[in-house]
C-alpha cells in the first residue's frame, strides 16, 4: 500500500503530491515508533520490511522534494527509493532475520516455476517455505480458474481497461513535456 502511494505520487508529478504522501509517511512512522515504545522495542517491528519502505521513500521524498523537470523520467525516484531499500536490508541482514523467510519463499517458488534455470543440485524448500506453501494463497493460478472467468469477457475489458489507462498516461506525459518545451520556446520569443 505504501509502495502504491508512492507509484501515484509519482505518476502525479506535482509537489503537492509529494508533500501529502511525505506527511503520510511521517505519521505512519510516528505511529510505528510509538507502537515500538509500548512494545518495549520489539525488534519484529523495528526490522519489519514495511517500516524499511516508508523510510526509503520518505528519504527520497525529503532528498527531491519537487518533481523533475522531465515528466518522463518519473521514475528514477522510484528507483531511487528502491536502492535505499535494498541498501538498508542490507545493512540490517546481519541481525535483523525476521522477514528471511520472504526470500526462501521467493527462491523457492522460483525453483518451482523455473526448476531448469536452477542448474545446482535441487535443494528442498526450507521449514519456513513448506510453512508458507501449505496455504494456498502461495499457489499459482490453476488453468481451470482462467478458462472459466474467459466467457465472462472479464479479460477482454480488463485488458482493453489497461490500455486505455496505458495510453492516457503516455498521452499526460508527452503533452506536459511538449507543453513545457512550447511555454519555454513562447517565454524566449516574448
Known amino acids: 500500500q505504501v509502495a502504491a502511494l508512492f507509484l501515484c505520487t509519482l505518476l502525479a508529478h506535482s509537489a503537492g503530491a509529494r508533500e501529502v504522501c511525505a506527511e503520510v509517511l511521517r505519521s505512519h512512522l510516528l505511529c510505528a515508533g510509538l507502537c515500538m515504545l509500548l512494545l518495549f522495542g520489539n525488534e519484529l517491528l523495528l526490522h519489519h520490511m514495511l517500516l524499511t519502505e516508508c523510510l526509503a521513500i520518505l528519504a527520497t521524498l525529503r532528498w527531491r522534494p519537487r518533481p523533475g523537470r522531465w515528466r518522463a523520467l518519473w521514475w528514477l525516484d522510484g528507483l531511487v527509493a528502491v536502492g535505499l531499500f535494498a541498501a538498508i536490508r542490507l545493512v540490517q541482514s546481519r541481525w535483523a532475520t525476521a522477514d528471511e523467510h520472504v526470500g526462501e519463499i521467493f527462491v523457492a517458488k522460483m525453483r518451482q516455476l523455473f526448476p531448469s534455470y536452477f542448474i545446482s543440485k535441487q535443494v528442498e524448500p526450507t521449514f519456513n517455505a513448506r510453512l508458507y506453501f501449505a496455504v494456498s494463497i502461495f499457489d ?23 490500455g486505455l489507462m496505458a495510453a492516457a498516461f503516455v498521452a499526460n506525459v508527452l503533452a506536459s513535456t511538449c507543453c513545457r518545451e512550447h511555454l519555454k520556446v513562447r517565454r524566449e520569443d516574448g
Request: glycine letters at 8%.
Open 140 to 162: 499459482f493460478i490453476d488453468w481451470r480458474t482462467i478458462e472459466s472467468a474467459l466467457p465472462t469477457k472479464l479479460y477482454h475489458f480488463a485488458g482493453v481497461g489497461a
